[in-house]
T-cell receptor, first 110, second 114 residues
Framework: AQRVTQPEKLLSVFKGAPVELKCNYS??????LFWYVQYSRQRLQLLLR??SRESIKGFTADLNKGETSFHLKKPFAQEEDSAMYYC????????????FGKGTKLTVNP | DGGITQSPKYLFRKEGQNVTLSCEQN?????MYWYRQDPGQGLRLIYY???????QKGDIAEGYSVSREKKESFPLTVTSAQKNPTAFYLC?????????????FGEGSRLTVL
């Protein structure tokens, strides 16, 4: 069965510090991994996906199949990065039946 | 302005009553979803629809029902059989089933059972 684990419910860092939000997955095939973000009073939206290998708002995430991880990283956190972050996994092919982690609430302090 | 509209934003219900949450999209997307979001639980899939006139149970379908009579509409009924209905409900859509694209979400509906 597909499973996504985000071990930290809450993560607090200071502005300018590096941030890493952890995501581990369980899936025997070739997964497609995503990070979704929910800013305060905004709808949930896609931040990035591993297949596109982009850097969005300074965030990057590398799929590590050996460690079954897809950690989200940013070298210098900003206050506007404060939000709820969800890691999600899809089986081969696309976004149907995404399985979401329980989320990590990131707070960036001034 | 294209997107997904959920209504109502807030809804109160007495125990034993059914309630229907509306989800409308004008993105011309084939596939639509309903998720339930609880604090500390993340998003859990209730029902999904790959195409009009078709829908499938997700992981937590008990106590819920849906219909997909029109491409743009995917209403969710929370029945009295749902034991713990107080939650935040999210509707989403994607271009088509199997698409590697982005899942678009509505702003959500918060249901409170009194």
């Amino acid at each position: 069965a597909q499973r996504v684990t985000q071990p930290e419910k809450l993560l607090s860092v200071f502005k300018g510090a590096p941030v890493e939000l952890k995501c581990n997955y369980s899936y025997s095939g070739s997964p497609e991994l995503f990070w979704y973000v929910q800013y305060s009073r905004q709808r949930l939206q896609l931040l990035l996906r591993h297949i596109s290998r982009e850097s969005i708002k300074g965030f990057t995430a590398d799929l590590n199949k050996g460690e079954t991880s897809f950690h989200l990283k940013k070298p210098f956190a900003q206050e506007e990065d404060s939000a709820m972050y969800y890691c999600a996994l899809s089986s081969e092919g696309g976004s149907e039946k995404l399985v979401f982690g329980k989320g990590t609430k990131l707070t960036v302090n001034p | 302005d294209g997107g997904i509209t959920q209504s109502p934003k807030y809804l109160f219900r007495k125990e034993g009553q059914n309630v229907t949450l509306s989800c409308e999209q004008n993105l011309n997307h084939d596939a639509m979803y309903w998720y339930r979001q609880d604090p500390g639980q993340g998003l859990r899939l209730i029902y999904y629809s790959q195409i009009v006139n078709d829908f499938q149970k997700g992981d937590i379908a008990e106590g819920y029902s849906v219909s997909r009579e029109k491409k743009e509409s995917f209403p969710l009924t929370v029945t009295s059989a749902q034991k713990n209905p107080t939650a935040f409900y999210l509707c989403a859509s994607i271009v088509n089933w199997g698409s590697p694209g982005e899942l678009f979400f509505g702003e959500g509906s918060r249901l409170t059972v009194l």
